[in-house]
């Protein structure tokens, strides 16, 4: 069973409008969200977290936000640009991430000119 | 440089074969995990490690055996590869486990193909 679901396997957005990607979890253990960008051949690279003691966190054009009572979570990209196609995916985890992070199995962004 | 690397880039080995892949990094983390790419899966983790000696079980550990000897090091081997060991393995650390600290840094990643 999957604890971390990001439900849409792509998503195109045009250039400069908002990207919205979604994330639904399932473990209310989880305290700790994080979001990770991922080009092809490269690693996955951290982007923007949260801690669940917080609804909202920014960081230039993105966002997080996080509903505890659903469970979920988005990522907001405003402006969008074109480096930002990528793999993005969601990732949550517990006590620190002691024992690792749970990954979503991640949205294929593409940002249409 | 600083950072995280993983050695080699890109494998291709026959079933049966045993094959390591290196992890090393520069930060001094405490912990150190190997997670396997697989389409339709995400990333799922396979072993971590919290400190030199210290070594556990994730999500995907079947087939797979970790030492860790060295902070800077986490060796994975596949003692007998199997078909289904084809994927991307990507090692990744972080700092100390504790909360607030959860944030892990990915290495390159490596492309194994077993034949």
């Known amino acids: 069973d999957q604890q971390v679901k990001q439900n849409s396997p792509s998503l195109s957005v045009q250039e400069g409008r908002i990207s919205i990607l979604n994330c639904d979890y399932t473990n209310s253990m989880f305290d700790y969200f994080l979001w990770y960008k991922k080009y092809p051949a490269e690693g996955p690279t951290f982007l923007i977290s949260?801690?669940?003691?917080?609804d909202k966190n920014e960081d230039g054009r993105f966002t997080v936000f996080l509903n505890k009572s659903a469970k979920h979570l988005s990522l907001h990209i405003v402006p969008s640009q074109p480096g930002d196609s990528a793999v993005y995916f969601c990732a949550a985890s517990a006590y620190g991430g002691a024992d690792g992070l749970t990954f979503g199995k991640g949205t294929h962004l593409i940002i249409q000119p | 440089d600083a950072g995280i690397t993983q050695s080699p880039r890109y494998k291709i080995t026959e079933t049966g074969r045993q094959v390591t892949l290196m992890c090393h990094q520069t930060w001094s983390h405490s912990y150190m995990f190997w997670y396997r790419q697989d389409l339709g899966h995400g990333l799922r983790l396979i072993y971590y490690s919290a400190a030199a000696d210290i070594t556990d079980k994730g999500e995907v550990p079947d087939g797979y055996v970790v030492s860790r000897s060295k902070t800077e090091n986490f060796p994975l081997t596949l003692e007998s590869a199997t078909r289904s060991q084809t994927s991307v393995y990507f090692c990744a650390s972080s700092d100390s486990g504790a909360p607030g600290t959860d944030t892990q840094y990915f290495g390159p990643g490596t492309r194994l193909t077993v034949l």
């Open positions: 949260i801690s669940s003691i917080k």
